[in-house]
Every structure is written in C-alpha cells, then in structure tokens.
C-alpha cells in the first residue's frame, strides 16, 4: 500500500494564510467604503466652485475675479494637504490610523457645515475651505497607510487599488450629485457632505479595525511630522531613493488638476454649454467610472502580468496622448471618446501603482504616504492656479497644452527610471 503523501509546503501555507487573506479582503472592503464616503462628500462641491465663489462676491456671472477667485479657493484646500497630510500621517505612525481617520472626518463636519452658513461670504468661504483642508488632509494619506499595513508587498498595488476604486466611486456620483442638488440651492450640498462625514465617521468607528502597524517608527519619521520644516522635509525627500516617485507623483497630479481647474469654464466658452455646472459634474462621473474600471477590477491582474513599473510608464504616455490630442476635440462627443478615455485610464493606472511602489520601499508608511500625499496636494494647489492663468493669458487650449508637454517629459523620465521602478 502506498505511503499517503504529505502536502507540500506551499499548499500547506497556502491553506495556513487562507483565514488571514480573507481578514485582509475583509479590511480593504470596510476601508474602501470609507474613502468612498469621504470622497462622495468632498467631490460633492467640485462643479459648484463657480458658482460659490460668484455668490461671494455678489457680482454678475461675467465677473472675471470669478476665475481668479475660483483659483485660489481650490488651490487653499489643496495647499493645506499639502502642508498637513504628513504631519497627519506621522502622527498616526504613533497613535494609530483609527483615530486619526475620526479626528479628521469630525473636522470635516465642522467646516462643511461652516461653508455652507458662509455662502454669501467669500471670506467665511475660504476660511471654511482653510480650516476643511487641514483636517481633510489626514483622511486619504492616512487609508493609504491603513491599506499598507495589512498587505503584504506583493499585493500592495492591489490594495492601493481598492482605494482608488472606492476614490473613483464617490467621484462618479459626487459631483453629479452636487450639480442636481445645488441647482435647488447652493448650500445644500455642503450640509450633504457634513452629514456624510458624520456617517463615515460613526462606521468607522463602530466597523473599523485598528490595524497592525508594521513600523511605528523608522527614518525620516520626525522630518515628516515637522510642519516648520515641510519644504525642507521634501527637498530631502527628493534626493533620497523616493525621489523620483515624488516626483512622478507631482507631475501626474498636476497635468490632473490642469483639466479639474478650467474644464467648467471650457465647456461654458468652448462648447456654448448652458448648463457647464451640471456638464462637468456628468463628464467628471464619466472620467470617475473609466477609472473605477482600472482601479476596481483590472489593477490586480495587470500587475501581476506586467508589474508597477510598467504600469507607471503606460499610464503615463497614456495622458500624454490624452492631454496633447484634448485641444483638437472638437464636438463635446468626440472629447469625451477621444482624449478623455487615455487620460482617465492612464490616471487609473498612476495612482495606485505609484502608492504602492512608495509603500513597498518606504520604512514608516504613515510617514512615506503621508509625503507622497504632500507632493499630490501641491501639484492639486498649483494646478489649477496655472490652468487658470494659462487659461486666461493664453487660450482655451494653453493648460491642455501644458498638461500633455509635463506628461510627455515625464514619460521619458519614467521610460529612463523604470529599471530602478523594478528593484524591489
């Protein structure tokens, strides 16, 4: 009779891991929603700028500080990520991700609620906007680090893309939903977005997990908690192994915010769009569907076929073709099947293949995330304040232009760093 076989030590750790994969669906699930709330309330706002910034003022539709005005109400938000998303994200390398994550949906609450009592303000406007950035600027650096800490390496990107999936949801409804309810009244979706906070922050506190911080501490860690020396954090940051990650992040963040910052006024100009708030809100929900596509359920396979790096380098030229071929759609259709397909994908691509090659070299993940986080903020800062004065000085196409030269460069760049992409 023949002697049974012992299993072989890969089925045998296969089976022993199959609980603590399922553990690890599970959390990336819970996590997912989260951001996915989140993002729908912030996206709620973003085809309504305008039209706040009008309300503000009290002038006419043809004011142009509206655009000015516009400008820098985006770009305080994001430059306030910009300067909190690492201390916030150090912070939780200490205290933990959960009660950063609460903390900062709370303040989201406040501030949205203060906006929407401040609609006829411009100066209670912006202080809302101010105060909102700092405390929003914990929630995504933040879930990143979360999704770092309970996957390993191999899987990194996969969970990077649960959260650009669960990002690319709320972005799909958010700012259509935004465009239909301010089209009754421009405060109401502000007090929508606090009472979504508010719902997130009560699931995850009552759902979420603590996870297991794989490094509490590591290099670099005090350097990105410092506010005083957040310049000085990143200048560092950018000569050592990350840099060049940093770097790439930038530059795909700021083409992004290129097209976030002047495409409502474009479809107004260009397309004779009556209705550009509502428009942008359906064309911005197209581009969050073309991306929950890649981050959803195609990031996983194509990763393991053809790994981040190559990814990277896709998604990248990708945008460039996108950005460069945007000036010559004509007709609203042709746009949004031309140009907008290769941007949105090669944007779906980027996100979470640059996290998880961030996550995978990095010492402290809150700290690492929390910087690539900054790097992200001030690309979405500066963005739009340059789309807008390219807009303005230069023409309709200029930020388009702009946006497909910054990709064409740095897919050279890419093609030039993907060997070193590829060290694991």
């Not at 906007?129 to 999704?147: E, H, K, N, P």
């Not at 197209?286 to 896709?314: D, F, M, S």
């Amino acid at each position: 009779m023949p002697t049974p076989r012992a299993p072989s030590p890969a089925k045998a750790d296969k089976k022993a891991l199959s609980p603590e994969d399922r553990r690890m669906h599970i959390q990336l699930a819970l996590l997912s929603l989260a951001v996915m709330i989140n993002v729908l309330g912030f996206s709620l706002i973003i085809p309504l700028v305008p039209e706040y910034v009008q309300r503000g003022l009290h002038t006419a539709p043809t004011d142009p500080r509206i655009g000015e005005y516009a400008g820098w109400l985006t770009a305080i938000y994001a430059l306030m990520q910009f300067l909190f998303a690492p201390v916030w994200g150090a912070l939780s390398d200490r205290v933990g991700r959960k009660p950063i994550l609460i903390g900062s949906l709370i303040g989201d609450a406040l501030f949205y609620t203060l906006f929407g009592l401040s609609v006829n303000s411009l100066a209670g406007q912006f202080a809302a906007r101010t105060l909102a950035g700092i405390f929003s600027s914990a929630s995504l650096s933040v879930a990143q680090a979360y999704a770092a800490d309970i996957t390993p390496p191999n899987l990194r990107a996969m969970g990077m893309g649960y959260l650009g999936a669960a990002f690319g949801v709320g972005f799909v409804f958010g700012p259509a939903l935004g465009g239909l309810i301010g089209h009754f009244n421009l405060a109401w979706p502000l007090y929508v977005a606090a009472l979504f906070a508010l719902m997130n922050m009560a699931y995850i506190a009552r759902a979420l997990p603590e996870p297991t911080r794989a490094t509490p501490e590591g290099p670099g860690h005090r350097s990105a908690a410092g506010l005083g020396g957040r310049f000085g954090s990143m200048a560092q940051a950018l000569t050592g192994p990350l840099g060049f990650l940093y770097l790439l992040t930038f530059a795909v963040t700021f083409a992004f915010a290129n097209l976030e910052g002047t495409f409502t006024a474009y479809l107004k100009q260009h397309f004779a769009e009556r209705h550009p708030v509502e428009t942008a809100g359906l064309v911005f929900a197209y581009v969050g569907i073309l991306i929950v596509v890649i981050q959803g359920g195609a990031i996983r396979p194509l990763v393991k076929r053809y790994g981040e790096a190559n990814l990277v380098v896709t998604g990248i030229g990708l945008m460039a073709l996108g950005f460069l071929l945007f000036p010559f759609a004509a007709p609203l259709w042709v746009l949004l099947i031309g140009p907008m397909i290769p941007i949105s994908l090669g944007n779906g691509l980027n996100g979470p293949s640059l996290r998880a090659l961030v996550s995978r070299r990095a010492t402290a993940q809150g700290a690492a995330l929390g910087l690539s986080a900054s790097f992200d903020s001030l690309a979405r800062a500066t963005g739009p304040a340059v789309g807008g004065w390219l807009y303005k000085s230069f023409g309709q196409a200029a930020p388009y232009w702009c946006a497909g030269i910054v990709m064409a460069f740095s897919f050279l760049f890419a093609l030039l760093r993907r060997r070193d992409m590829e060290v694991s």
